[in-house]
């Protein structure tokens, strides 16, 4: 939320920096996320003053440059030499001093600057409209009444003083300063209780409603979505636009001007918090409104020109025909708002239930600034102070007059809620003894008024404002953040109890498997939960799943994100492209998150119990080349199959993961072109391979990408199970026996490695694949050749050539068996 601190000053005198109050609001729980100044025109204007020519001479052989004596009211006689044709001594006059950016007769800004013309000393410059950037005129200099004070500044007398917009990061529970005024009100309230201050806010300018008179006709049919609506008529407006001030303050926090009525509805809303919204009274069909829902389904044109089909839950705002004209709190239509030809307006103030505006907020994707307001919460008891101040500005800016009396809907008006509070128990909250008296000052500031007070405690009575304060804990942390966080001291001693971790801790696991792969040279990345549906369903599916398999979301902030990810690829893949496309074709990357899927399970009759699964993963992507460039004549290595499966291994091998079946994917199968499975029985561990160019192609990444999908979930398991033991080297020397098989194509080297591993099992030491030879000539049709070293070790003994060739012949009877292997 922006806020401009010269609206701030207009309801209290503050003395202080942007610094300082940015602290001040920090520490009473709004948290500022910077500042910024901000300036109406690209002028200096703060640093062009009123000054008066005090003598004005020709220079000689010029025809048109004068030297004049000019003050400013800094007691500093200024030389400056002007070359307009109408200055004259006694004239007051806009001066710019060194320094000041202006602009030049072709609409270019320079710095004025000190220098010598025509041997003369020129130490400011006397401004003409067009260089102040507030006219056209450059016939010659600015001649200012004669009773304008000196060293004033053109800012301040053009009513274009710059100012300072504080960014703040609003908390929900906040209602209370989602405007300027309630900003104000709480620093006031710091100032009465950190510097003793007897300071007042000043209240913005507002102007009586008529009590009696006819008010215009409403009736309200849904009492609980509104349970207030308040509004007058006023008119003889007069549209335009609206004076420089209201314009600067709107564009200062982001608002745009429209006209002088629409701009005053949101200036109010920025100044006390409660949206207006103004109809056009030619346009209110029936003479009357009505407050109520249509049935879903109904057409309806918002401002945007967009068509709508509303819900049965929208509270519409329509006329006397039941034609709708508003989204109640939402969004105003296009047939009923103010126009240039508007003379009279209905002008209404309500306050909505808040969950009502934000189930039609979502639904409709409709993020007004109103709804943001109605949302949070707003002021109920405030309706009719917003209307006075609207009718003023609207009698000031616009010539309107009020022409109705008040309609005010409030059946059961909302009262203050009354919150028993025990001293005791604000302190135990709080950690510090806080007197009484304290807290009683702390309330007052507060404007949170007390009864039944005891000597035990008391009953806040709590303004309607401050919707979110209705427990004990809740005044406790009023009184809390007006003391101020940092005055509780820290205890001295800190107790805490016990925690018995799971074993083994996940997240231990994460940090070792992450430190591992960032020593391997990868980057991790973090992307988001929510991801795109048209990646899975539709025509242009890249990774086709059924619809029920999807858990949706309604998303109006980003329509594109509209389910949960069901699969952790894509946000690697976008990584990918993002980095592609600024010259970084050369990844390796990693991703802990989660993966979310929809499940139908029967119960045991005909209806389906649906679930949710929530999914641990950690995803691994490498592409691209494995090194940088060099000056070496050696090429690049490029990312393979190789590549990914290694980092897998290495990290299955720091896990102490093994014992686990592998199954070979050479047929394409969503997303892999290719792949291998790493699973214990029906447990998935890991799946890797490369990802099919078909959707490499239309994520536009130029280079092959390798994936690993890994279970995390599933590794952790099975790393409860398996121990890492440390034993020391071993003395004895080790063994190698080499092996020549021909096998059929269908036998992996996965498969002779757990034969191998089962047949041996301690001796056996490592098995490696160092040499593949496929010629349907000499080995036949289906078969290839594999060169295979076993290396034994005892940890006991040497072993002797009896021991080792019974290993070997052990092994090839059990490839001959078990694989139908001929060793050649």
């Not at 009718?391 to 059961?412: C, F, H, K, R």
């Not at 398999?549 to 894509?570: E, K, T």
């Not at 993963?617 to 290595?637: C, D, H, M, Y």
Request: negative net charge; charged residues 25%.
């Amino acid at each position: 939320m922006k806020v401009s601190l010269n609206w701030l000053r207009d309801f209290l005198d503050l003395d202080k920096s942007s610094s300082e109050i940015a602290e001040i609001l920090t520490s009473l729980g709004l948290e500022v996320e910077g500042w910024e100044d901000v300036k109406p025109s690209p002028v200096d204007l703060d640093k062009v003053l009123t000054g008066k020519v005090l003598e004005c001479e020709r220079i000689p052989e010029t025809d048109h440059l004068s030297a004049t004596k000019v003050d400013v009211g800094d007691g500093v006689i200024r030389s400056i030499v002007c070359g307009a044709p109408n200055v004259a001594a006694g004239q007051k006059v806009f001066v710019a001093l060194p320094g000041a950016n202006v602009f030049s007769k072709d609409g270019q800004l320079f710095t004025i600057g000190e220098r010598k013309v025509k041997g003369v000393p020129s130490q400011g410059m006397i401004c003409a409209q067009d260089e102040l950037g507030i006219g056209h005129d450059h016939s010659g200099i600015m001649v200012l009444p004669e009773e304008t004070s000196l060293g004033i500044t053109a800012a301040h007398y053009l009513d274009q003083d710059s100012d300072t917009v504080i960014e703040i990061g609003l908390t929900p529970n906040r209602a209370d300063a989602t405007h300027h005024h309630g900003v104000a009100r709480d620093l006031a309230a710091w100032l009465r209780v950190h510097e003793q201050r007897e300071i007042m806010l000043r209240a913005p300018k507002t102007q009586a409603l008529p009590d009696g008179g006819t008010p215009y006709p409403v009736t309200v049919e849904n009492t609980d979505a509104c349970p207030r609506f308040t509004g007058i008529v006023i008119r003889n407006l007069r549209i335009g636009e609206s004076p420089d001030w209201l314009k600067n303050r709107l564009l200062a926090v982001g608002q745009r001007p429209i006209n002088n009525v629409v701009d005053i509805t949101n200036y109010v809303r920025l100044e006390l918090g409660q949206p207006l919204h103004a109809y056009d009274l030619a346009k209110v069909k029936g003479g009357r409104i009505v407050v109520k829902t249509l049935p879903a389904g109904t057409s309806f044109t918002t401002l945007d020109e967009q068509q709508r089909k509303l819900f049965a839950e929208d509270l519409m705002i329509c006329d006397g025909d039941s034609t709708p004209m508003c989204i109640g709190g939402v969004f105003g239509g296009a047939n009923s708002g103010v126009t240039d030809s508007t003379t009279d307006i209905f002008l209404e103030s309500a306050y909505f239930n808040p969950k009502w505006i934000r189930r039609s907020m979502l639904k409709h994707g409709l993020r007004t600034d109103a709804a943001w307001s109605f949302e949070k919460g707003v002021d109920p008891n405030g309706c009719l102070r917003a209307l006075e101040r609207a009718a003023a500005l609207l009698a000031e800016l616009a010539n309107g007059a009020v022409d109705s009396a008040v309609t005010d809907i409030y059946p059961q008006p909302v009262l203050p809620a009354k919150v028993p509070v025990a001293y005791k128990r604000v302190n135990a909250l709080i950690g510090e003894e806080l007197s009484r008296d304290t807290v009683d000052r702390i309330l007052d500031a507060l404007e949170i008024g007390r009864e039944d007070r005891t000597d035990a405690g008391f009953t806040a009575v709590v303004p309607t404002d401050k919707p979110d304060v209705t427990r004990e804990a809740d005044v406790v942390e009023e009184v809390l953040r007006l003391y101020g966080l940092d005055e509780v001291p820290i205890p001295g001693q800190i107790r805490s109890s016990m925690e018995i971790q799971e074993r083994p801790n996940p997240d231990s696991l994460r940090n070792f498997a992450g430190d591992l792969l960032a020593a391997n040279g990868f980057n991790e990345c973090m992307g988001m939960s929510l991801s795109n549906s048209a990646y899975y369903r539709g025509p242009d599916a890249l990774l086709p799943l059924e619809e029920n398999a999807l858990v949706y979301i309604h998303n109006s902030a980003n329509q594109g994100l509209d389910c949960m990810r069901p699969s952790m690829l894509f946000s690697g893949l976008e990584a990918i492209q993002r980095n592609q496309n600024r010259q970084h074709p050369d990844l390796r990357l990693f991703e802990f998150g989660k993966t979310y899927r929809r499940k139908q399970q029967e119960n045991g009759s005909t209806v389906a119990v649906e679930s949710f699964s929530e999914t641990a993963r950690l995803s691994i992507f490498v592409t691209g080349a494995l090194t940088g460039e060099s000056w070496q004549p050696t090429g690049k290595a490029q990312a393979d199959f190789y590549t990914i499966k290694a980092y897998v291994n290495t990290l299955f091998a720091r896990l102490g993961l093994n014992g686990y079946q592998e199954t070979v994917i050479s047929e394409p199968e969503a997303p892999f072109q290719y792949a291998l499975r790493y699973h214990r029985g029906p447990q998935e561990l890991a799946t890797f391979g490369a990802v099919l160019p078909a959707i490499l192609k239309k994520m536009d990444i130029r280079n092959a990408v390798f994936y690993a999908d890994i279970h995390f979930d599933n590794v952790i398991k099975a790393q409860g199970v398996n121990n890492i033991r440390f034993a020391e080297l071993n003395k004895y020397p080790s063994v190698r026996r080499d092996l020549a098989l021909v096998l059929d194509q269908t036998v992996s080297f996965g498969d002779i490695r757990q034969l191998a591993s089962k047949t041996a099992k301690k001796m056996l030491k490592d098995i490696n694949l160092f040499d593949v030879f496929e010629d349907e000539q000499k080995l036949g049709a289906g078969k290839k050749s594999y060169a295979v070293s076993f290396t034994f070790e005892d940890p006991e003994k040497t072993l002797q050539d009896k021991e080792i060739d019974h290993l070997m012949q052990q092994l090839q009877q059990a490839f001959e068996t078990r694989l139908k292997a001929t060793i050649r």
